[in-house]
């Protein structure tokens, strides 16, 4: 008898320095079946997909393909055994033609030269019998995201790959090309390809997938039938119900309007769309405000508007009255804004620097630490660092002479919130503050953005973590797709009511 | 011991003492191809410059010829350090230094002009050249290399041009200082005598100063706060709202003055003239970076390493020219920066060794202690 | 009017082969500032095997040792950029400018080496080479006809050919434009970097040798090329990385370098007087101009100069 099983993975546990990425995690792909996996930032199924493509070795655990044990050590172990991916970010060269990108790395030739006849022969045979509409002539910068996508797809069948896997495809696509890919999904399979697909996106993994798999923390969860489940139950198995901790908060007293945002766009880095679509949102002093949403839903792009980092496409922003839309960042800064950013290593530190260079980053031109003659004062600078490495306890090896680079993770971030906090600002900007930190550091960092409401100043917190948007704002906005779909109130809300929202799967209209 | 070789001074020091070894050894290795007899001779030659001579007078007297060159290459060495602490890589500091030797030379030959105006004359047109490097990167992203490979043909085309009319009648090299404009000599200040050679200027200590001054600029400056920070992470300096264009741009005519004043330090001591047929960029800015980098990035460092190289440099022609050319300095020299593109990768590799042997000792105790609570 | 013909094309003869090279080197991901350096080492290769060639040996294996040791040069020397830079992952701006000012001290140092050995008291950097030139040059009429015209030509159009008739080209462009993605079809990145270095090695060195076969019958090695490897960049960047348009981009600088060696002998611009030295510096001022126009838009490989980690995907 035929192994029912496309491939699987038994009992995979992967293990880094400090977590556990992967603890025992199994999950089995039927030939000819659609199945989801689905997961939170940071559940492990970018580390189960590594160690399906021989990226990583697993410490424990088998895959097999079609019931036999296979090895896969490197990412052409996995070629050969037929397993394709369309990676999150596509992997296409942008000058190249379609053709060309799908033909890369097989390229059929006669003494040497290419016979691109046959190849296109082949690709546009693929592309009648699945539906994947592409022209093979066009250069990749040149198409769209679905047709970049279909490339990818090409791509995988040209190669005769068996297994697809598919990397959250329908973070990029709008709502045509999304019901496009699935019907090319259906197609796939019906074929008789196995296709695994990663997604957060509740609806589409109803409408598509036959099994679902979930994972959390690391975690296997389960796998259920879609037919027999409900959005609501897989939105449980996805965030769990187990609550960590629970902030402190004073009685709200709520101020005048700190930030207005008045429907900004901002043009998106890796696709056409706008990554922004024109968001209306406001912030008032005494209130945490907390942009909610999955990882990639113009959230980056959002803040790189309001702090100057990109220019807004259109629309405009006030800051406590005064109209900051062409503002330099210097000013922004400068007129009350805070920003902690989402990268630390990217934005928030010069790791060459020491860490007292680093605490005075945003202030280093003021006459407390610069003198008219424009050389630093380094008494002040020192006293100054050691203040702030005090009072926020900034934990390092050498205080305020520490390159910033030897610090932990946990400390970096608090040097960058100390920096931000201190500034005394009127609003706060802090995006995923807490990522990657230990509970101990995350409790510590939801005080001080608790500090700061309770002091009156306006906080726009930016989270992928459901705990942390349940806990700590008084209003969250939802983002989906560069839009606000919707405003909840984290006191009557429900975390799979949130992760419906979070999915696309629920709106409602947002008062500005 | 482990702190002190982490120590990233330290490590560039050793970085730079591996690549000077590496430079002498290969030197040393084709040498030997050339002629296996002689090579041991030929870099000691090379090496010990002044020293070769017995005559104390006269060791001073080349010691001294050696520092009125050091001058210019600690300049030189400074421009492309300068521009390079901000991510620039200033190639075109030698068109720069050409252009400070024009406007010191004519300024001084044609209007009369004392030490200091020529001097300053010189910063002027280093930097307007350097300037044109950063408008061109920061608003027409243009390559600053290229640009600058470029500029230093004009500039060493635009000299030839504008030095033919201060010529001396006989020959192709410019008139001397000396009978001409004896008012544009850079003083001495007693240092002749000293040295008991008339070409060693003020030019020598305030080469020195100025290598103070470009460290307290980089380490002690809101100016030099945002340069350093912009050349280690241009995000986190756009992230704290620092002016990244406006920055390249008085980066590198700062860049280009300094190389200016390298100009006006060797041609106003009237130690030579200028040849006005020149058809090749003196290598004086290309030694620079040579300097630069063997000096660790470091200002303080650019003076030691400019010596270095300037000293081997004088001395190329102590070889037995029987045998070898004095060129095998300069083939030094290169080796020596070709290595120096090694010195991350040396760190790297020093910081992992550092690490994985205090990986094991710490294992090696953590075994020990286990075995020693058995015994109990 | 001729002589100006004459000297355009063996100039853009030139500056096509070396921007080639460049341009396989860029199109692989690295940038080749180096190529001056490999334009000496080629030369000096060159020249060599024609001095040491007796006198009487067939004119067609003169030209075809002469080439071949000025590619072996070349390529042996590009191998230095390519080990510190793919290897090492060394700053290939520091390595380029070593390359450049090694290959003028290596060269300087070696012909004074051999001079001298073979007559102590020549001191010189000097190679001649009067006779085995011949075999490079035909006569029509008055015009100076070189084979590497010829050359120039064949090499644009296999460069053509390879980059984008042949899979190696495919792959080339890949590893310049998405190693990733390269990476992620199974092509060895590192494998087809060498390759792009190690054939700007090949024609930097052709370069070189044409150089300085280029109107004179000895080269004084002290004095390098002159600026042409970067020139040949610059024309490269003009020509936008696609081999056509640098040939015509090649075309329109060998005009203006060609300007400097016979504009006294054109009588319009004999009569303006204007001093030599305007047009030796023409080619460097169009450059300079030209990059200020068209390097905001400039096409380049979007991969170059950044060295290519496997760990980091």
């Given amino acids: 008898m035929e192994a029912p099983y496309a491939i699987e993975m038994l009992h995979i546990t992967k293990r880094f320095p400090g977590i556990i990425a992967n603890d025992d995690i199994t999950l089995q792909l039927k030939k000819g079946e659609i199945h989801a996996l689905l997961g939170e930032n940071g559940a492990g199924k970018s580390t189960l997909m590594s160690v399906l493509f021989g990226l990583y070795q697993a410490e424990e655990g088998v895959i097999k393909k079609d019931g036999k044990e296979v090895q896969i050590r490197n990412p052409n172990d996995a070629n050969d055994l037929g397993i394709g991916m369309v990676h999150q970010h596509f992997k296409l060269v942008e000058c190249f033609s379609v053709l060309d990108n799908i033909i890369l790395g097989i390229e059929p030739t006669k003494n040497g030269f290419l016979q691109k006849k046959e190849a296109r022969e082949k690709v546009m045979a693929l592309s009648e019998k699945y539906g994947l509409a592409v022209n093979p002539d066009a250069l990749i910068e040149d198409i769209t995201v679905g047709m970049q996508q279909r490339t990818e797809i090409l791509k995988m069948l040209y190669r005769d790959n068996e297994i697809l896997i598919f990397d959250e495809p329908t973070a990029v696509l709008t709502p045509q090309e999304i019901e496009e890919l699935m019907q090319i999904m259906r197609n796939l399979a019906a074929e008789g390809k196995s296709i695994l697909f990663i997604s957060h996106k509740l609806a589409e993994i109803m409408a598509v997938a036959d099994r679902c798999s979930v994972l959390r923390k690391g975690k296997y969860i389960g796998t259920v039938e879609t037919k027999n489940t409900t959005m609501e139950q897989l939105s449980a198995m996805m965030v769990g119900r187990n609550v960590n901790f629970h902030v402190e908060k004073k009685p709200q007293h709520l101020g005048e309007v700190i930030l207005d945002v008045d429907n900004i766009s901002v043009a998106s880095k890796v696709h056409k769309k706008d990554a922004v679509k024109n968001v209306s949102f406001k912030v008032r002093a005494g209130e945490i405000v907390c942009i909610a949403g999955i990882d990639g839903n113009g959230q980056t792009e959002l803040v790189y508007g309001l702090s100057g980092l990109e220019p807004l496409k259109s629309g405009h922003i006030t800051l406590k009255g005064q109209d900051i839309t062409n503002a330099s960042i210097r000013k922004r800064s400068t007129s009350g804004m805070s920003h902690i950013p989402e990268d630390r290593h990217k934005h928030g530190l010069v790791l060459d620097y020491p860490l007292e260079y680093n605490l005075i980053l945003q202030r280093y031109f003021e006459p407390e630490f610069t003198d008219k003659a424009g050389f630093l004062k380094r008494g002040p600078i020192r006293s100054y660092a050691d203040r702030l490495i005090e009072q926020y306890d900034v934990r390092s090896g050498q205080g305020a002479v520490t390159p910033a680079r030897s610090m932990s993770g946990g400390n970096q971030q608090k040097a960058i919130i100390a920096r931000e906090i201190d500034k005394d600002p009127d609003l706060l900007i802090a995006v995923q503050p807490t990522r990657g930190l230990d509970v101990g550091a995350i409790e510590y960092i939801h005080k001080q953005l608790v500090a700061q409401r309770d002091a009156g100043k306006a906080v726009l917190l930016v989270s992928l973590e459901l705990d942390e948007v349940m806990d700590v704002p008084d209003r969250i906005l939802v983002m989906y797709e560069g839009e606000i779909v919707g405003e909840l109130d984290p006191k009557t809300t429900t975390q799979e009511e949130l992760g419906l929202y979070m999915a696309g799967a629920k709106r409602n209209e947002v008062k500005a | 011991m482990k702190k002190f070789l982490k120590n990233d001074a330290v490590q560039s020091l050793i970085a730079s003492l591996l690549c000077i070894l590496m430079g002498l050894l290969i030197g040393y290795i084709v040498l030997l191809f050339i002629n296996s007899a002689g090579a041991g001779n030929a870099i000691l030659d090379v090496l010990k410059n002044f020293m070769k001579t017995s005559n104390p007078e006269r060791r001073v007297r080349l010691l001294g010829a050696t520092l009125v060159r050091t001058a210019p290459l600690l300049m030189c060495g400074l421009s492309v350090l300068f521009a390079y602490k901000v991510g620039l890589f200033n190639i075109g500091t030698a068109g720069q230094y050409v252009a400070g030797v024009c406007a010191s030379l004519y300024a001084a030959l044609a209007w009369g002009w004392g030490w200091l105006p020529c001097m300053l004359f010189a910063i002027v047109s280093g930097a307007v050249l350097g300037a044109i490097v950063g408008f061109l990167k920061a608003y027409r992203n243009v390559n600053e290399v290229i640009s600058g490979i470029m500029l230093n043909w004009i500039a060493l085309y635009t000299s030839n041009m504008i030095l033919t009319l201060q010529k001396q009648e006989a020959s192709h090299y410019t008139l001397k200082l000396k009978e001409n404009a004896p008012q544009a000599i850079l003083p001495s200040l007693g240092l002749d005598k000293l040295f008991n050679y008339d070409k060693v200027s003020i030019a020598i200590p305030l080469a020195i100063l100025l290598a103070v001054a470009v460290y307290i600029v980089l380490n002690r400056t809101k100016f030099g706060y945002e340069l350093r920070a912009t050349g280690n992470n241009k995000n986190a300096a756009k992230y704290a709202g620092m002016a990244e264009k406006r920055n390249i741009i008085l980066t590198l005519i700062i860049s280009g003055g300094l190389a200016g004043i390298g100009g006006a330090m060797l041609y106003l001591t009237d130690i030579e003239q200028w040849s006005v047929t020149a058809t090749s960029v003196p290598g004086m800015g290309f030694n620079g970076i040579a300097a630069t980098f063997l000096g660790g990035l470091n200002p303080i460092g650019t003076i030691f390493s400019s010596f270095f190289i300037q000293h081997i440099t004088d001395g190329g022609p102590n070889v037995d020219t029987n045998l070898y050319c004095a060129q095998i300095s300069d083939l030094i020299t290169a080796i020596i920066i070709y290595l120096c593109g090694f010195v991350l990768f040396l760190k790297t590799a020093m910081n992992r060794a550092i690490d994985r042997s205090a990986e094991r000792k710490a294992q090696k105790e953590k075994a020990l202690a286990a075995e020693k609570g058995g015994e109990k | ?313």
């Fill in chain 3, 1 to 313: 009017m001729l002589l100006l013909l004459q000297y355009t094309l063996i100039f853009a003869s030139i500056l096509t082969l070396v921007a080639l090279g460049g341009c396989f080197s860029e199109h692989s991901g690295v940038i080749n500032l180096g190529l001056e350096g490999i334009m000496v080492i080629g030369a000096l290769g060159g020249a060599l095997m024609m001095r040491n060639m007796p006198a009487g040996s067939p004119a067609f294996v003169i030209v075809l040792l002469t080439l071949l040791a000025a590619v072996v040069f070349g390529m042996a020397y590009s191998s230095l950029l390519a080990v510190a830079c793919i290897n090492f992952k060394a700053d290939q701006t520091i390595v380029g400018t070593a390359l450049n000012m090694l290959g003028t001290a290596a060269a300087t140092v070696l012909v004074k080496a051999i001079n001298t050995a073979a007559d102590p008291n020549n001191h010189s950097a000097t190679i001649e080479y009067v006779e085995q030139k011949k075999a490079f040059i035909h006569y029509f009429g008055s015009f100076e006809f070189n084979w590497f015209m010829v050359i120039a030509v064949v090499i644009l159009v296999l460069a053509w050919m390879t980059l984008y008739k042949t899979k190696f080209g495919l792959r080339l462009m890949a590893c310049g434009e998405h190693p990733q993605a390269a990476d992620s079809v199974g092509i060895n990145v590192y494998k087809m970097r060498w390759s792009g270095v190690l054939i700007s090695g090949l024609l930097g060195g052709l370069g070189g040798i044409c150089y300085i076969l280029a109107g004179v019958s000895q080269w004084q090695f002290e004095y390098g090329v002159a600026g042409f490897g970067f020139l040949a960049l610059a024309v490269m960047i003009f020509g936008q990385w696609k081999p056509w348009r640098i040939a015509l981009a090649a075309l329109l600088f060998g005009l203006f370098r060609a300007l400097s060696n016979v504009y006294f002998g054109i009588g319009f611009l004999a009569a303006l007087n204007i001093p030599g030295t305007v047009y030796n510096m023409m080619p460097y001022i169009v450059s300079l101009i030209v990059l200020a126009l068209t390097s905001k838009k400039s096409r380049a490989p979007k991969a170059e100069g950044i060295p290519y980690d496997k760990g980091m995907r």
